[in-house]
């Protein structure tokens, strides 16, 4: 045994090396990929059952009211606005008669 058998034994042990590391890191990948899977199903479960939580609890919690406003009502509401929400409403108001006279001229 020479030196050349050496140095072929060392080249092969290099290769060798470098064949289970790519073997072995195959492994991994395939491993984390597969827990990455994993990983993700339970996060959609969760997620689901998350909503559903939040949507039975704001069907438990929430009660929706309707009111009818007539014109008792409505002028009701007005005394409780505030100097610039009236304003608002003036606006609005004015801008609705506006626009009524408008249709009114047009026939």
Avoid: C, F, Y
Avoid at 15 to 25: D, F, H, I, N
Avoid at 67 to 86: M, Q, S
Wanted: neutral net charge.
């Amino acid at each position: 045994m020479g030196i050349t058998d050496d140095l072929r034994k060392l080249t092969m042990a290099g290769l060798g090396a470098a064949s289970v590391a790519s073997e072995k890191t195959q492994e991994v990948i395939d491993s984390l990929a597969k827990r990455g899977e994993e990983t993700l199903e339970k996060g959609k479960v969760l997620n689901e059952r998350l909503q559903h939580n939040i949507k039975k609890t704001v069907k438990d919690n929430i009660t929706v009211v309707e009111t009818k406003l007539d014109k008792e009502g409505v002028i009701a509401a007005l005394e409780n606005l505030t100097p610039e929400e009236l304003t608002a409403v003036r606006k609005k108001l004015d801008k609705l008669s506006h626009d009524v006279k408008a249709n009114e001229q047009a026939k």
